[in-house]
């Protein structure tokens, strides 16, 4: 399958409904490249402290989940996130989250448990 496009979407899944260890998928919009990484952790915050000396004060991404090896580059913040459940020929997806930011090895991930089921386009 070429990313969640030619799949089935059945639902999403909340932050802490995947383990270490497990594997997501990504549909990278920018660099058009479907990928897979491990998690590697459920919590993972990163405070910026170099906007601290430009705008005097420190942004943080807070309790994001961090996946790699992975690297997401610049211009696919937003992309999906999903979980690909199933066997061959019978595959589907569970929506999962939108990639926020990473570095040259790693993907930050933004859960999307706090959007309403009802307000997710499916299709």
């Known amino acids: 399958a070429n990313g969640f496009r030619d799949l089935p979407i059945i639902g999403k899944?909340?932050?802490?409904?995947?383990?270490?260890?497990?594997?997501l998928w990504m549909r990278l919009g920018r660099?058009?490249?479907?990928?897979?990484?491990?998690?590697?952790s459920l919590c993972y915050s990163v405070p910026h402290i170099l906007d601290y000396f430009r705008y005097n004060f420190v942004?943080?991404?807070?309790?994001?989940?961090?996946?790699?090896?992975?690297?997401?580059?610049?211009?696919?913040?937003?992309?999906?996130?999903y979980v690909l459940e199933g066997r061959r020929g019978n595959v589907f997806v569970r929506a999962y989250g939108v990639v926020s930011g990473g570095s040259a090895v790693d993907t930050l991930v933004a859960p999307i448990e706090w959007i309403g089921w009802m307000d997710v386009k499916l299709w």
Not at 13 to 23: A, M, N, P, R, S
Not at 32 to 40: A, E, F, H, P, W
């Open 59 to 81: 942004p943080v991404v807070a309790c994001h989940v961090l996946i790699g090896p992975a690297p997401a580059r610049e211009g696919d913040s937003g992309s999906p996130v």
């Open 31 to 40: 660099s058009d490249r479907t990928m897979s990484g491990t998690v590697k």
């Open 13 to 23: 899944l909340g932050q802490y409904d995947v383990k270490e260890g497990d594997e």
